[in-house]
């Protein structure tokens, strides 16, 4: 079962996105949420999960310095990292991709932009679903 | 297009998409003036930015608004929402409509930064920021965003 983390600040934000998760996937996956950056590590480690969605703008640690922090490690380095953010231009986007983002996802998202988020990284073959 | 209309334009673009997207709520430009938003059923939060302008977003939403886009989304009912979830709900709605308003107006090839939502937005900044005002409606309620850009 693919394990996801969705790291946000806002408890709303994380609901929303674990619901369109949900109802992409008919619940055939494990959520697990932390509200920021550093909770996020702890919860790497301690749960491995496959699959990280992170928003950008956070409190404690943000989702630019989580993407270092797991792109730096030996160890967690390929794991794949979704961005939602709702500042997203090109710019931006394309300076997160090279920090090593998957994807990047503007908010507010939908059902829709996650099943071809999904689908996107199992064609890739970085996710199985 | 001058500055100001081409900001008025964005900003009603982008809090259209997000309650449209988030909420399937339509969002008509008003004329009415709100004034000073003080009254005890208005919620606010504010996000700063810094980007090729830098300023501030404060958004004006009526709890009763806030409430039915909640009930919508998580099918709770206002009987069982608490402020913090409303709270929270605000700063969602805020951080979505400032990113969409920059991603529309920063040109794309340059990078810029939000704040987090904040909700103490009785600070008076007047003096340092050139302030504009708009009111749209929603669902028959009226919401006030003002622009604060750093003159």
């Given at each position: 079962m693919l394990k996801v983390l969705v790291v946000d600040d806002s408890a709303i934000a994380r609901m929303m996105i674990s619901k369109c998760i949900e109802m992409t996937t008919d619940g055939v996956i494990e959520l697990v949420d932390a509200n920021n950056g550093v909770e996020a590590i702890g919860l790497i480690k301690k749960?491995?999960?496959?699959l990280v969605i992170s928003d950008?703008?956070?409190?404690?640690?943000d989702g630019t310095a989580l993407l270092r922090r797991i792109k730096a490690s030996?160890?967690?380095?390929?794991l794949p990292v979704i961005i939602i953010t709702s500042a997203g231009n090109r710019q931006r986007e394309s300076e997160l991709k090279e920090q090593g983002a998957e994807l990047v996802l503007n908010k507010p998202i939908s059902p829709p932009d996650i099943s071809i988020a999904l689908d996107s990284l199992k064609c890739k073959g970085v996710i199985q679903l | 297009m001058n500055c100001e209309k081409e900001f008025e334009e964005q900003l009603y673009r982008a809090t259209e998409a997000t309650f449209e997207k988030m909420a399937f709520m339509e969002v008509m430009p008003s004329d009415t003036d709100l004034g000073?938003?003080?009254?005890?059923?208005f919620r606010s939060s504010r996000i700063l930015f810094d980007a090729h302008i830098r300023g501030a977003v404060t958004m004006f939403l009526p709890l009763e608004l806030l409430s039915e886009v909640f009930e919508t989304l998580y099918n709770i009912p206002s009987e069982e929402q608490d402020s913090d979830m409303i709270r929270d709900l605000l700063g969602e709605i805020t951080n979505t409509v400032v990113g969409n308003f920059l991603t529309l107006v920063v040109p794309d090839d340059v990078s810029y930064k939000m704040g987090i939502p904040q909700f103490?937005?009785?600070?008076?900044?007047a003096g340092e920021l050139e302030l504009m005002s708009y009111s749209y409606k929603i669902d028959d309620k009226i919401i006030k965003i003002e622009l604060m850009q750093r003159n």
């Open positions: 749960d491995r999960p496959h950008l703008n956070m409190p404690v640690m030996p160890k967690w380095c390929e | 000073c938003v003080t009254q005890s059923d103490d937005t009785s600070i008076d900044t």
